[in-house]
């Protein structure tokens, strides 16, 4: 007999898959107009994620008042759902389409060392469509790319996801520890771009940063891969300005300390990464899709989330 758990699964996996199958066969317009419905919709109802998103926010805007953290939050489930809506339809997308549907400054950081032989890290938050940026990274750039995916429940679910982001280009890995960090780093070694959503890590080994004046975890595969490969790390935000075309910025790259021990220099260097990624942040806080809980303050005694 199948459990609650199980039926919430398939019920949701079936949802995705509706979603992947009937959005992009919609006319664009009525797309977008059924994600704004649909954003509006679950901000009304001040669901536990609208909260979090809200009080993670009133971090990165400490003036706002209450009206104005409400604009933020109606914006902000505006922007999650423009994500999905771009997600769900990116497969039917031509390669012209996806280069003009996005603009990112100092490219010229990742290709100039592509081309060198040096691997790259780009870490990037949850800002804007990161998906739509490794499309553009495999169409536009030409440049495959290695990236990780945590485990999703149920399992028809992840392999919805891997299969999804595969045919975009990208090659997935499983988020399974040392197994994946060890392919990552021969990509790396081979000259290869790996790209890696990095701004929030609950884990034993993440690592505690200053983040908007308060402690949060990050993960350290970033810099630890920078530092054992030899790779430029560089940060990237990416945000909407009220077009269809979605702007990016690839940060300057993150300097492996030339003293310090392996957790120091880790520490050092995620910290830059926490600062590059609240610099995009703070500049288009509507754009971070963050829903869930990131400080350590606002976890439970066990460091778990709800």
């Not at 001040?46 to 805007?61: H, I, P, Q, T, Y």
């Not at 890696?196 to 308060?214: H, N, P, T």
């Not at 940060?235 to 009220?242: E, I, K, N």
């Amino acid at each position: 007999m199948s459990t609650g758990s199980d039926l919430k699964g398939r019920l949701t996996d079936g949802l995705y898959g509706l979603g992947w199958g009937a959005v992009k066969r919609l006319p664009e317009p009525a797309a977008a107009a059924l994600f704004r419905t649909l954003a509006d919709q679950v901000w009304k109802r001040r669901g536990k994620s609208v909260l979090r998103l809200e009080s993670n926010l009133a971090r990165v805007v400490p003036d706002a008042d209450a009206a104005r953290l409400a604009e933020l939050s109606k914006a902000g489930m505006r922007s999650y759902m423009r994500y999905w809506m771009e997600s769900f339809r990116l497969p039917t997308w031509s390669p012209q389409r996806i280069k003009a549907s996005i603009n990112v400054r100092d490219v010229h950081r990742i290709t100039e060392a592509l081309d060198s032989g040096q691997g790259v890290v780009a870490a990037l938050p949850h800002l804007g469509n990161w998906d739509l940026a490794g499309a553009w990274a495999t169409t536009d750039l030409k440049v495959p790319f290695t990236t990780v995916a945590e485990r999703l429940k149920p399992e028809s679910l992840y392999d919805r996801f891997v299969a999804y982001r595969q045919g975009l280009g990208m090659e997935v890995l499983p988020h399974n520890g040392g197994s994946a960090f060890g392919t990552l780093a021969r990509r790396l070694r081979a000259g290869g771009l790996v790209c890696l959503v990095a701004d929030r890590d609950l884990s034993a080994s993440g690592i505690e940063v200053d983040f908007f004046g308060d402690t949060a975890r990050m993960p350290a595969g970033p810099a630890l891969l920078a530092q054992q490969t030899g790779a430029l790390l560089l940060p990237v935000t990416l945000w909407f300005d009220g077009t269809p075309v979605m702007q990016g910025q690839v940060h300057p790259p993150v300097a492996v300390p030339e003293t310090g021990t392996r957790i120091e220099k880790t520490s050092a260097m995620t910290q830059a990464l926490a600062d590059a990624f609240a610099t995009g942040i703070a500049e288009h806080p509507e754009d971070w899709h963050m829903l869930q809980r990131l400080w350590l303050s606002d976890l439970d005694p066990q460091g778990e989330t709800p």
